[in-house]
C-alpha cells in the first residue's frame, strides 16, 4: 500500500468538483451514486456468500438420502464413502469461495465492522469444535444410522442457531428467519429419523440458502444499481 | 413565501457529496484506507486528498495515520459531527424536493 494522503499537491484539484450540483435533483443523485459505489465495493455479492453452502448441501445431503434411505434402503448404489466424501469437498470449497468473496469486499476496512466479523468467525470455529469433541466422544458407542443422524443433525443444528444468532448481530431480520427455518426444519428431520433427515436437509436446508442468497442479492441489486 | 434551508456549503459541492455519503455507507466505527475509498469512488489521489482536507477542517472527517506492520496507512472515517450533518443535508434536500405542509415545516425550523 502506498502513501496517498500527503501527496495532495501532485493532482490540481478539478475546479468543477468543487462546483455545488446543478439542481437538487442532482444532489440526490450524487448521494445515491456514492452509497451505491460503497455498497457494491464493500459489501460481497451475497449470492457468493449463500449458494456455495447451498449447493454443498443440496448435493451432499443428496447422496446421502440416495445411499443411506430410510429404513436403510439404498436408492442408488455408491461406494459408501461418497456421500462423506462429497460432503466434506463441498464444504470446503465453500468456505473458500464464501470466505475470499468476503476477504475481498472488507480488505482495508478496519474498526467494529472488522472486530464484530471476527469474533463471528470464530464462534463458527468453536461451535464446530464443540460438537466435534462431544460427538466424537458419544457416536462410537451408537448404531449406524443413529451416529450418522446425530453428527448431520448437531452440525445443521450448529448453523441454524448461528444464523440467527448473525441475524441478530445484523439486524438482519432474513438471516434470522434464515437460522429459524433452519432450525425447524432440522427438528423435523430429525423427528422423521434416519434417511429422512437427510432429505429434509438437502431439500429445505440447501433450498432455505438459496432463498435467503437470493433475497439478500435482489436487495443488495436494488442499493448497488 | 416558501423557506429555503440552508444547505451546509462544505457538503453541497459535488464531489465532496460523493465523498460524504460513501463515507456514510460504513457502519459507525468503521475506518476505510486512503486508497481503498479512492479505488471506490474512482477519484485521484489529489483530488481526494483536497476534498477530504475541507471535510476534515469542518470537523466532518476524522483522518488517522497509523502503521500495518511497516506500512504506513491512512484511515479515514465520518465524524459524529459529519454524519450528522449529512443526514441534515439529506433531510433538506428531500424537504426542498417534496415540500411538507406549512405546519411541519415550522415544527422543522
Do not use: C
Not at chain 1, 41 to 56: G, H, K, V, Y
Not at chain 1, 96 to 121: K, P, T
Request: hydrophobic content about 50%.
Amino acid at each position: 500500500m502506498t502513501e496517498h494522503f500527503g501527496d495532495r499537491d501532485s493532482t490540481p484539484p478539478a475546479a468543477g468538483h468543487d462546483a455545488p450540483p446543478a439542481d437538487l435533483a442532482e444532489s440526490m443523485r450524487l448521494i445515491a451514486a456514492g452509497r451505491a459505489a460503497a455498497a457494491r465495493r464493500l459489501q460481497p455479492d451475497p449470492r457468493l456468500i449463500f449458494w456455495p453452502w447451498a449447493f454443498s448441501w443440496i448435493i451432499s445431503f443428496g447422496l446421502y438420502f440416495l445411499h443411506y434411505g430410510p429404513g436403510g434402503r439404498v436408492f442408488v448404489d455408491l461406494p459408501g464413502w461418497v456421500p462423506g466424501a462429497t460432503l466434506a469437498a463441498t464444504l470446503v470449497g465453500a468456505g473458500v469461495v464464501a470466505g475470499l468473496a468476503g476477504a475481498r469486499a472488507y480488505r482495508h476496512v478496519f474498526g467494529n465492522s472488522s472486530i464484530r466479523g471476527a469474533m463471528y468467525g470464530w464462534t463458527w470455529l468453536l461451535g464446530y469444535l464443540a460438537m466435534g469433541v462431544i460427538l466424537g466422544r458419544i457416536t462410537p458407542d451408537l448404531p449406524a444410522p443413529e451416529a450418522g443422524l446425530l453428527w448431520a443433525a448437531a452440525a445443521v443444528g450448529v448453523t441454524g442457531l448461528l444464523h440467527a444468532a448473525g441475524g441478530a448481530i445484523w439486524l438482519d431480520r432474513n438471516l434470522f428467519a434464515l437460522g429459524a427455518w433452519i432450525t425447524v426444519t432440522n427438528l423435523a428431520g430429525v423427528l422423521a429419523g434416519p434417511g429422512w433427515h437427510s432429505l429434509v436437509t438437502a431439500v429445505a436446508g440447501g433450498g432455505g440458502l438459496l432463498v435467503a442468497g437470493l433475497l439478500a442479492w435482489r436487495r443488495w441489486r436494488a442499493v448497488t444499481a | 413565501m416558501i423557506q429555503v434551508p440552508e444547505l451546509d456549503p462544505v457538503i453541497h459541492a459535488q464531489a465532496r457529496l460523493r465523498v460524504v455519503a460513501a463515507l456514510s455507507a460504513l457502519t459507525s466505527g468503521d475506518r476505510i484506507a486512503f486508497p481503498r475509498l479512492q479505488e471506490v469512488l474512482g477519484m485521484t489521489a489529489g483530488n481526494l486528498s483536497v476534498h477530504l482536507r475541507k471535510l476534515e477542517d469542518a470537523g466532518y472527517v476524522e483522518v488517522t495515520k497509523t502503521h500495518h506492520g511497516r506500512t504506513p496507512a491512512t484511515l479515514v472515517q465520518l465524524s459524529q459531527r459529519g454524519r450528522g450533518a449529512f443526514e441534515q443535508y439529506t433531510a433538506a434536500v428531500q424537504a426542498l424536493l417534496n415540500p411538507a405542509p406549512p405546519s411541519i415545516r415550522e415544527e422543522r425550523r
